[in-house]
């Protein structure tokens, strides 16, 4: 086996790679930084309002969302269907053709070329 030669700038390339973890690193330095001097102690935060800020509220909201998702059903309001009975609807196909399944179910010549030359499934551009 013989190594392949690599020209320079494949090598150039290859040493910047190299420096991004370096590069990442140094500008992470100035983050661990000691805040200013002349900056206030920050107050201390009691475990009461620690939960309350970061626990209660967000539970709280996603109750209160929930509760309105589920308000409608609670209600009454809705869908008629009942799991076991015919469905009395229409019937939806989304994505299909714009003229419904009538039109899904012909078998036109002319329409089948047109689509063919727009691609499609086959793969034909």
Request: glycine share 10%; no cysteine; proline share 11%.
């Amino acid at each position: 086996m013989t190594n392949p030669q690599t020209t320079p700038a494949a090598r150039r390339v290859t040493r910047a790679l190299a420096l991004v973890p370096v590069l990442l690193i140094a500008g992470a330095l100035p983050a661990s930084a000691a805040p200013p001097a002349q900056w206030p102690e920050a107050p201390s935060v009691s475990p009461l309002d620690f939960l309350l800020v970061l626990v209660l509220v967000p539970a709280g909201l996603a109750l209160v969302i929930a509760l309105l998702a589920a308000l409608p059903s609670m209600l009454g309001g809705g869908s008629t269907y009942h799991p076991g009975l015919a469905w009395r609807h229409e019937a939806e196909w989304f994505g299909g053709p714009r003229d419904g399944l009538e039109k899904a179910d012909r078998s036109d010549p002319e329409a089948i070329e047109a689509s063919a030359e727009r691609g499609g499934a086959s793969g034909h551009w």
